[in-house]
């Protein structure tokens, strides 16, 4: 069935490092990946998404890419700040359906 | 605009008791989604309705059923809980292919 690989689980960088975050996902069908940023015992949000016609999208010091042909797809975050701490997930989907990896925990230390 | 809300924020059942977990949104938005959350697991869908009068299956659907009650309201049913269900539930919505607005979640126990 469809499947979505998040790498790695757990993160752990230095505040004002980089942090990169991959994905790979199984169905080609899919046109639309979004990221969302979950932190403790709030709800999921929306922090920058991607469809299948752009290769690169950039916000402030966020940014994706997109490999349609090797069907990854990663989170750049540039000088973190400890505000960036929070679990990542990101999905793949099209129509709406969207399927979620299992997640990545990021630690920015002071 | 309040968004998406759930209700109820908790909630404690006995194994074998039923319950819904109610679910609006105020967006106008056509689609709408009960995902579970577990440690490690990341969010998982359910069931799904990509609009008013449809509803289809997700990853993980055995267990639960659903109605689109109208276009403001998705509600989801666990006709006979189960220790497996034990599970923070979340529900969403968002227009055809767009970006998905979550509510704050039901945090669920089934003893």
């Known amino acids: 069935g469809e499947n979505v690989e998040q790498h790695p689980s757990t993160l752990s960088v230095q505040e004002g490092d980089s942090a990169v975050i991959k994905c790979t996902y199984s169905d080609s069908a899919s046109n639309y990946f979004p990221w969302y940023k979950q932190e403790l015992g709030k709800r999921p949000q929306l922090i920058i998404d991607?469809?299948?016609?752009?290769g690169e999208k950039k916000d402030q010091r966020i940014a994706v890419t997109l490999n349609k042909t090797a069907k990854h797809f990663s989170l750049h975050i540039t000088e973190t700040q400890p505000e960036d701490s929070a679990v990542y997930f990101c999905?793949?989907?099209?129509?709406?359906?969207?399927?979620f990896g299992q997640g990545t925990t990021l630690q920015v230390k002071p | 605009n309040a968004g998406v809300t759930q209700t109820p924020k908790f909630q404690v059942l006995k194994t074998g008791q039923s319950m819904t977990l109610q679910c609006a949104q105020d967006m106008n938005h056509n689609s709408m989604y009960w995902y579970r959350q577990d440690p490690g697991m990341g969010l998982r869908l359910i069931y799904y309705s990509a609009s008013e009068g449809t509803t289809d299956k997700g990853e993980v659907p055995n267990g639960y059923n659903v109605s689109r009650l109208n276009k403001r309201e998705f509600s989801l049913r666990l006709e006979s809980a189960a220790p497996s269900q034990t599970s923070v539930y979340f529900c969403?919505?968002?227009?055809?292919?767009?970006?998905?607005?979550f509510g704050p979640g039901t945090r669920l126990t089934v003893l």
């Open positions: 999905a793949a989907g099209f129509t709406g359906k969207l399927i």
């Open positions: 991607i469809r299948s016609n752009v």
């Open positions: 969403a919505s968002s227009q055809i292919g767009d970006e998905q607005f």
